[in-house]
């Protein structure tokens, strides 16, 4: 009875102060905490993911109690193709995702925490986009302390002090092209990112070749429109490729801002891809003899 009263009197307390303390709220609403062998893993959440987003990120906080290192070596999941540990970082003003070769190290007495715009794990291969309210099961497998479940809730991505809504979107815009393109043995890299209203476009290079993809967002929804080289950098040219004119200029200029502060033997990889290569309503098979076209 006691425990009813108290758990009645903190959901008013969280619900009356929601607008104030929806950081600590969502921090509420995140995994209890799972004890395997030395290892303690907080905090447990999925990002929701847009309707046609093939890949989504979770994170969570996992504490090391024990003597010796740890290292989360892989995870898996049903509900996705596979699962990857993911590092992003800012090289050049750019958000660069990469999977981390070997395994996270958890070092002993160390706490290392998965969150937005660093570690985190990613689902490649989603069928069905995560939505906010579900629970997404995965299993996490360490070194020592062995295989764990988890049940992480698909949470809406939060604060943090950064432009999210641009952040999600170069996510987005970054897991369409890997799902397409990447792969373990030629890993896609994918920089610049510039975006514009329902817009954007993406530098990539892959085996010493590369080029830029014009993308399209429809229903929410990225999808890459077509695959060319140095055509996207004119404003006339975007024009042509389906982008209204003042989309096209602001484009334009954003994409050789964000060139220029780039390694120049990267940009020069843009070049190289030659024509145009439309892509079909689904991203397109013909997209890959477009990417390896020399
Ligand atoms: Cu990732």
């Given at each position: 009875m006691r425990r009813h009263i108290l758990q009645f009197a903190a959901a008013f307390v969280l619900t009356a102060f929601s607008l104030v303390t929806g950081l600590a709220r969502s921090e509420e609403m995140k995994s209890q905490?799972?004890?395997?062998?030395?290892?303690?893993?907080?905090?447990g959440w999925v990002r929701a993911m847009l309707p046609g987003q093939p890949a989504g990120?979770?994170?969570?906080?996992?504490?090391?109690?024990?003597?010796?290192?740890?290292?989360?070596?892989?995870?898996s999941t049903q509900t996705a193709g596979r699962v990857e540990i993911h590092t992003m970082e800012i090289v050049n003003d750019v958000m660069v995702m990469r999977p981390v070769e070997?395994?996270?190290e958890i070092p002993a007495g160390a706490t290392v925490e998965l969150k937005p715009g660093g570690l985190h794990i990613m689902f490649m291969e989603v069928a069905d986009p995560y939505q906010e309210g579900a629970t997404v099961p995965v299993t996490l497998e360490f070194e020592k302390a062995g295989k764990v479940d988890l049940q992480l809730p698909v949470l809406k991505g939060q604060g943090g002090g950064m432009q999210h809504g641009a952040l999600d979107d170069r996510g987005a815009i970054e897991a369409v092209l890997k799902a397409e393109w990447d792969r373990a043995d030629a890993p896609l890299t994918i920089a610049p990112v510039v975006i514009e209203a329902d817009s954007a476009i993406a530098g990539w290079s892959q085996e010493g070749r590369g080029g830029r993809a014009l993308l399209a967002r429809k229903h929410g929804h990225w999808a890459v429109h077509l695959c060319t080289g140095d055509a996207a950098k004119e404003a006339a040219n975007l024009e042509k490729?389906?982008?209204?004119?003042?989309v096209a200029s602001t484009l334009a200029t954003r994409l050789a801002e964000a060139e220029a502060k780039m390694d120049q033997t990267v940009v020069a990889l843009f070049s190289t891809f030659e024509g145009t290569v439309m892509m079909d309503e689904n991203g397109g098979h013909d997209a890959h003899s477009g990417h390896s076209t020399n």
């Open positions: 905490p799972v004890t395997a062998g030395d290892l303690e893993i907080t905090s990120g979770g994170f969570f906080i996992v504490t090391n109690k024990g003597a010796s290192a740890d290292r989360l070596i892989s995870g070997g395994g996270l490729m389906g982008v209204p004119a003042e």
